[in-house]
T-cell receptor, first 111, second 116 residues
Framework: DAKTTQPNSMESNEEEPVHLPCNHSTISGTDYIHWYRQLPSQGPEYVIHGLTSNVNNRMASLAIAEDRKSSTLILHRATLRDAAVYYCIRTLYNQGGKLIFGQGTELSVKP | GAVVSQHPSRVICKSGTSVKIECRSLDFQATTMFWYRQFPKQSLMLMATSNEGSKATYEQGVEKDKFLINHASLTLSTLTVTSAHPEDSSFYIC????????????FGPGTRLLVL
C-alpha cells in the first residue's frame, strides 16, 4: 500500500513547536517524501520534501529517519495560520511521480 | 513557489450538461498535470495524469468517457465533466509539475462543482 500513516489529529499551542509524525514503512529507495497542507476549500499547499537527508526551509523542517521508514515535519513556532490538514505523501517515482493522499493529520492551534 | 490557477472557482450546472474546468501553470511549463477530486471531509483522490501532447492515464474506477482531459499545451490542461449528475458534485483540484517524476507538484485553488 502506497499510503502513509499519520495521526488523525493533533493539537498545539500558539508559539510552540509542533512535531507531526508520519510512517511510510514500505517506501522504496527512489520515493521522495512530500508534505503538503490544506486549508478548507483550498488546494493543497507545498510545505517541504526530502529523500534521505533532513531538510529545512522557511516554512518547516523535515527530519527523515535513517531507515526512511518514518519522518517528522517540524513547525518551529506554530501560529494560528498553521491550522490545517497536513498530508505526508510518498512520491511514487516508478509510477510517474504520482501522489497518493492518505487522510492526513488535522492540526489545530490554540491561542 | 510556482503558481497554478483554475477557472472557474465555482460552477453550478443542471443535470445532464457538461462542464469544463481549466488548469493553468502561470510561471512554469508543466509537462505533467494531475486531476484530483475531493468529497467533503475526505482526502484528495487522484483521477488522472496527463502529459502534454498525449492521452491521459486514468486511475482505476474513473470513467475516461465521462471525465475528458486535454493537455494541449505546456501551460494548460482542461477537465470536462460530461453529462454531469448530482453525484459528480465535488471539489476538483488540479496540480502541475515541471520535468521529472521527483519534482514537486503545485496545486491549483480548486473548482467547486454543484450539479442540480
Amino acid at each position: 500500500d502506497a499510503k502513509t500513516t499519520q495521526p488523525n489529529s493533533m493539537e498545539s499551542n500558539e508559539e510552540e513547536p509542533v512535531h507531526l509524525p508520519c510512517n511510510h514503512s514500505t517506501i522504496s529507495g527512489t520515493d521522495y517524501i512530500h508534505w503538503y497542507r490544506q486549508l478548507p476549500s483550498q488546494g493543497p499547499e507545498y510545505v517541504i520534501h526530502g529523500l534521505t537527508s533532513n531538510v529545512n526551509n522557511r516554512m518547516a523542517s523535515l527530519a527523515i529517519a535513517e531507515d526512511r521508514k518514518s519522518s517528522t515535519l517540524i513547525l518551529h513556532r506554530a501560529t494560528l495560520r498553521d491550522a490545517a490538514v497536513y498530508y505526508c505523501i510518498r512520491t511514487l517515482y516508478n509510477q510517474g511521480g504520482k501522489l497518493i493522499f492518505g487522510q492526513g493529520t488535522e492540526l489545530s492551534v490554540k491561542p | 513557489g510556482a503558481v497554478v490557477s483554475q477557472h472557474p472557482s465555482r460552477v453550478i450546472c443542471k443535470s445532464g450538461t457538461s462542464v469544463k474546468i481549466e488548469c493553468r501553470s502561470l510561471d512554469f511549463q508543466a509537462t505533467t498535470m494531475f486531476w484530483y477530486r475531493q468529497f467533503p471531509k475526505q482526502s484528495l483522490m487522484l483521477m488522472a495524469t496527463s502529459n502534454e501532447g498525449s492521452k491521459a492515464t486514468y486511475e482505476q474506477g474513473v470513467e475516461k468517457d465521462k471525465f475528458l482531459i486535454n493537455h494541449a499545451s505546456l501551460t494548460l490542461s482542461t477537465l470536462t465533466v460530461t453529462s454531469a449528475h448530482p453525484e459528480d458534485s465535488s471539489f476538483y483540484i488540479c496540480s502541475a509539475r515541471s520535468t521529472g517524476a521527483q519534482e514537486t507538484q503545485y496545486f491549483g485553488p480548486g473548482t467547486r462543482l454543484l450539479v442540480l
